[in-house]
């Protein structure tokens, strides 16, 4: 009997909970490394010079308004020079489902492959918007490159007919310290692509818990970047980024106006481009007071809030107490401009009633009807 047999026996014993620590302590190991290959970013912007830029007036806009219920997905380009493809394809994803309400996911790859010469470069919004109004970008189910790698790939027949009746119709820059016009095109649902030059406090906002609120960008210089905007508010603009969801709140940082503004870097300044998607966004339609009365009287009550549950063969609603219908919706749609989106889904193989959509900041109205006879509401908050 040798001094390491009472070793050798307590592991045949406990071989399995030596095993489970080993796995623990690897798993550890491994989150950490990925944690800080999420550290290890890229950005891949080039400032370019941009078409004259659009300014727009007019009446007051809400204080604050989100595009935040359009977002798909949060992108991870990983340390790739993909920043403008994802900034393209977060664009298409939005527009999209603002169109018709599908989480479809598209290719960063596509539009970022070819401007980029397919190679790990970096490219500018000409490039980029250039390729959106021209070919438009392929859904990621027909063309696969999206996150770090793949750019070597060419796009066949099939995904530029896939790409194809994903177009944009147009696109003009903006105005770094335009902050109305930025708002305008947000409250009126297009996405802004905003590229600024990242230093040390933009770049170290990882595992922050909450949204970062930058009033400053200080430090040493790291790249050139492209995001999306997809919010505005009194303190600014907040941005879609493309580091995956570890970075800010869930991908989410907000920079201020004056940050914006400020922004320059080797004789550039901030850059900002909005497009105008060929699909079809659902027009404001003004929803008055007595539009939601005239429901109430047809009922002869409140319209009532409902539940999400499934009854018969779609998703229908059971009724739910009543709490502060009418008045909630006044309140709102005065805070919102008395503005909202119209979309008419009409009856078909699949759906036995058509409904009208009323969606507003903050809510959705469905109308079910029979002919012209009300059928079903859903009040949502």
Known sequence: ???????????????????????????????????????????????????????????????????????????????????????????????????????????????????????????????????????GDAPLSAFYPDGSTAWWIVPNAASRAAAYPYRITSWRSIDPSDRYTIESFIHQGYPVAIAIPVFDTFYNQFGTGSAPMLTSDTGSFHFWHSMTGIAYSPFGVELLNSWGPL???????????????????????????????????????????????????????????????????????????LLKGPATWNRRYKSYGGVVRKRIFPRNKTRRHGFTKWAFQGGTIYVWTHGQKFDHHKWKL
């Open 1 to 135: 009997m040798t001094h390491l047999d009472p070793l050798l026996d307590h592991l045949r014993l406990h071989w399995h909970r030596h095993l489970t620590i080993v796995f623990s302590i690897l798993a550890i190991l491994s989150f950490a490394a990925g944690y800080g290959a999420a550290r290890t970013v890229s950005g891949g912007y080039h400032p370019a010079q941009l078409p004259p830029p659009i300014a727009l007036s007019g009446g007051p806009l809400p204080a604050s308004w989100s595009l935040n219920p359009y977002v798909v997905r949060v992108h991870n380009q990983g340390s790739s020079n993909r920043c403008t493809g994802q900034t393209a394809s977060t664009i298409i994803e939005i527009d999209h489902k603002e169109a018709t309400g599908q989480n479809l996911a598209f290719s960063s790859g596509y539009v970022w492959n070819q401007a980029a010469g397919y190679g790990n470069n970096g490219a500018d919004y000409p490039a980029i918007f250039t390729i959106l109004q021209t070919q």
């Open 247 to 321: 970075y800010g709140d869930d991908g989410r940082v907000w920079i201020s106006w004056n940050l914006l503004a400020s922004y320059y870097y080797a004789g550039w300044h901030a850059q900002v481009v909005v497009s105008t998607p060929l699909e079809q966004k659902p027009k404001n339609h003004p929803f008055h007071a007595k539009r939601w009365n005239s429901w109430r009287k047809a009922h002869h009550k409140s319209l009532i809030p409902y539940r999400n549950v499934k009854y018969r063969r779609g998703d229908l609603q059971s009724p739910a107490p």
